[in-house]
């Protein structure tokens, strides 16, 4: 959430920097709105002022012996006027709550400009794409022999949906603990189990609702869950409503999860294979560091997930977002891109983001500044590191052989009890 402070002294600035993501913000509508609330802001501060002083005229004329009567009336007359006011009041700053709540976050400065994925600019590439010797396969057709069953899934669950068995199973734990030891051995990250079921206020804490609702599987009961579409949610939600000691961050949480997505936007989409499936595992790294911190932080995370495709000996491009591919919560982006060779072409296994304090305002988490003594918002990252099911696409079609065959990345091994080759049977 934007702070409100400065939608009130600078909306018309707060449009301006909104236009670089392509997002039209009516200033008319929340100005008015903002206009009415501080209309009925002051008659309700007038009723409730001229309430008190009545109040106390009622106990001066009671401690004089006097009849109060037609004081009392009055009493009675602003409590019924105030409560009214009151209710209105109420109803007028949830439209606002709700026109802020649909607010993306503000751009920072080194954001490029553009409005689609076109734009998104490149900073580096590492490794050099395999040169086959014969036509490689994609991942679908060289899981179908070693576990990967679509057609099991399908009459389970129905598409975007995948059963693994055997040594894929093994191969795609592998990377997730992998994953994790890396990250909390080599990179200081605190591990987390986390639930998978969150209320819908952890979900508006992090910028998910209500704006991508439709993205979202909600689980009927009283009260109501929603499935997590990412760790992300849970893990940030873990310095709710917190006023955290200066000595105590940065804090660096990890934790593997599955994710549940119902791809509402992505209609049509890789409907082929693991590259976008409403139910895909993940591990996800959060860091909740000082605001001075916040960029140094983002290269540090984004380096992180790097380590993961570097150890695996995957080609892959690191992207600046561009403005209008940045998502809503972020006010800075990078995309990690792996090679995949099916498609001859980088596709998207991690984003890391710097959200800055939008959600650490709409989920009140704050640190105590020792420079003011003062409760301040803290500022929360986010990023893959990384994607399971991806890197498992990304293993599979990079470390194929001519026979079917797949080798395993020299990191995998141990956790595949020494297994080097992986082969149908």
């Not at 002051?42 to 012996?65: P, Q, T, Y």
């Not at 849970?234 to 006023?243: A, E, H, K, S, Y």
């Not at 491009?317 to 972020?330: E, P, Q, W, Y």
Request: proline share 5%.
């Amino acid at each position: 959430m934007l702070d409100p402070k400065l939608l009130r002294s600078d909306l018309t600035g707060v449009a301006t920097a909104l236009e670089r993501r392509g997002f039209v913000l009516d200033v008319a509508a929340f100005a008015a709105w903002e206009e009415q609330r501080k209309a009925v802001q002051i008659e309700s501060d007038r009723l409730r002022a001229e309430r008190n002083a009545n109040a106390k005229a009622v106990g001066h004329s009671k401690a004089k012996g006097q009849d109060a009567g037609a004081l009392l009336v009055v009493g009675e007359s602003l409590a019924e006027q105030l409560q009214g006011v009151e209710k209105r009041l109420e109803a007028i700053q949830a439209e606002v709550s709700n026109l802020q709540l649909g607010l993306p976050n503000v751009l920072h400065s080194s954001v490029p400009e553009g409005r689609d994925e076109a734009a998104n600019v490149e900073v580096r590439r590492c490794g050099v794409p395999r040169q086959f010797e014969f036509l490689p396969k994609d991942h679908v057709a060289l899981g179908e022999r070693l576990g990967m069953d679509f057609e099991a899934a399908g009459r389970i669950s129905g598409a975007r949906f995948a059963v693994l068995t055997g040594n894929m199973a093994r191969l795609h734990r592998a990377l997730a603990q992998f994953m994790l030891n890396l990250h909390v051995a080599d990179h200081g990250y605190r591990e987390a189990y986390v639930p998978y079921l969150v209320h819908g206020t952890a979900l508006q804490g992090t910028g998910q609702l209500p704006k991508f609702e439709s993205d979202l599987f909600a689980v009927r009961g009283d009260p109501g869950f929603y499935l997590i579409p990412t760790a992300e949610v849970p893990l940030t939600n873990l310095v709710r409503d917190q006023i955290l000691a200066p000595e105590g961050l940065p804090l660096k949480f990890v934790a593997h999860s599955p994710c549940f997505r119902s791809e509402a936007g992505a209609a049509g989409k890789d409907t082929r294979g693991m590259i976008r499936q409403h139910q895909f595992d993940k591990v996800e790294l959060v860091h909740i560091v000082r605001p001075e911190d916040s960029y140094l932080a983002l290269e540090e995370l984004t380096g992180h997930a790097e380590k993961v495709l570097r150890d695996l000996e995957l080609p892959y491009r690191v992207l600046a977002l561009c403005a209008g591919d940045t998502g809503f919560s972020a006010a800075k982006t990078y995309d990690l891109e792996v090679w995949l060779p099916s498609q001859q072409r980088y596709r998207e296994i991690s984003s890391c983001s710097n959200c800055e304090s939008f959600q650490a305002r709409r989920l009140q988490a704050r640190w105590r500044n020792p420079a003011t003594g003062k409760p301040e918002l803290v500022h929360t990252l986010n990023g893959s590191g990384v994607a399971v099911g991806r890197a498992l696409v990304a293993v599979l079609e990079n470390y194929q052989q001519e026979d079917g065959s797949v080798a395993i990345p020299s990191v995998l091994s141990p956790y595949m009890g020494g297994l080097t080759r992986m082969a149908s049977t």
